[in-house]
Structures are given as C-alpha cells and as structure tokens.
C-alpha cells in the first residue's frame, strides 16, 4: 500500500498562513456594514426632500441622481459579498454550504479565474453607473474648464474595464478548452492498482471456484 507523503514543517507553515487573511475579510464585513449605512442615510435624504418638504425643490434630474446613488452603494456592496465569500471559499478555506436553500448559484463552481471575470463584471456596473450619473450632469460639466476632457476620460476608462473583462473571460475560456494534464498517480499505488488477483483472476473467481470445489467434495 502506498504511503501518503509527508509534509515538511515549512510547507506546512505556508500552507497554515492563508488563515492570515481572515481579518482582511472580517474588515470587509465591517466596510460592508458602513455601506449599509450608507445606504440608509441617503435613502433617508431622498425621502424627506421629496415626502417630508413635498418636494417643493426636487426636479426629476434630482430624484434620478439620488437613486443612482443608492444603486450604486447597492452594487459596490454586491462586489464587497463576491470578494468575502468567494476570496474565503478560494483561498482560505470551504465554507461547505452544498445543503444550504440559499446557496449562492456561482458559488459551486467559483474558482480563481471565475471569481476574476465575476469582479471585472461588477466593476463594469459601477463604473457604468458612474458614466450615467455623468451624461445626466453632462451640461453642468461641460460647463466646466475641461469638462469635455472629464467626460472623455470617463468614457475611455470604462472603455478600458470593458476591454479587462472580455481578457479575463477569454483567458478563462482558453483555460477550459486546454485543461491542464492530470498529474500521474504514485509508483506504487499504479502498481497495486494494476496487480491482478492470485492466478490471474480477480478475487470474486476466485471465491466462487473455492465455493464449487467445497459443494463438489461434500457431493
């Protein structure tokens, strides 16, 4: 039978250090709960300037602003939930929720590069909502020196995270089409798995000819 290999004390100690970032996803956490925070102070804004003032100062421009705001505090803290729980099942250890009704769906098959291309997406969509609320207030900034340059240079960069993204979908596509080659099995495990019973049969033929010659000396 072969022997499982041993791990040396300093490959062992590398491998223990990934519990090192555990507080970096715990301070995640805590930044996700500033968010939320976040969130709820400017829905309280947008609530009392158009419930609470009836609105007497509030333009559709204004509410749409707002909103946007909110969506995108919504979608930063998204991409916060896929860097904790992705990160975590990645690079530090299983959370193990295979049974669990609320299982995220892209959580049972994420890996480093499908967590990559999921984050460039996320990226997208805030900076998308960004260049929105930029076009909105588009004749406020052009009003401005370089307002045409600020414009521009938004388009471009999200240009630039579009073009990010379609990289990395592509790479992980290329990764699938050439999987890399199974590693061999150990030397001896190769050989116990290929040594054929005693006599060349496997050991059911030879349980059953020893149950025959048994009925056959009885007889």
């Not at 193990?96 to 890996?111: A, G, I, K, M, T």
């Amino acid at each position: 039978m072969a022997t499982r290999p041993q791990t040396s004390s300093i490959g062992y100690l590398i491998f223990m250090s990934r519990w090192l970032q555990v507080p970096l996803y715990l301070g995640l956490i805590v930044a996700q709960a500033v968010y939320v925070w976040q969130f709820m102070i400017e829905l309280w804004h947008l609530f009392s300037d158009v419930v609470l003032h009836s609105g007497a100062s509030v333009t559709e421009e204004s509410i749409m602003l707002a909103v946007l705001g909110l969506v995108d505090v919504v979608m930063i803290a998204n991409l916060l939930i896929m860097v904790i729980i992705g990160g975590y099942e990645t690079f530090v250890s299983r959370i193990r929720l295979d049974d669990h009704p609320d299982q995220p769906e892209w959580l049972s098959h994420v890996n480093a590069n499908v967590l990559k291309t999921k984050l460039a997406m996320s990226i997208i969509g805030i900076s998308s909502i960004h260049l929105l609320r930029t076009f909105i207030e588009a004749r406020t900034t052009l009003q401005q020196p370089n307002g045409s340059d600020v414009l521009l240079w938004q388009t471009l960069i999200h240009l630039a995270f579009i073009a990010s993204a379609m990289a990395l979908a592509w790479i992980d596509k290329i990764s699938h089409a050439h999987p890399a080659a199974p590693k061999p099995a150990p030397a001896g495990l190769r050989d116990a798995d290929r040594a054929p019973a005693p006599g060349g049969r496997d050991v059911a033929s030879a349980v059953d000819d020893t149950v025959g010659d048994l009925a056959a000396v009885t007889r």
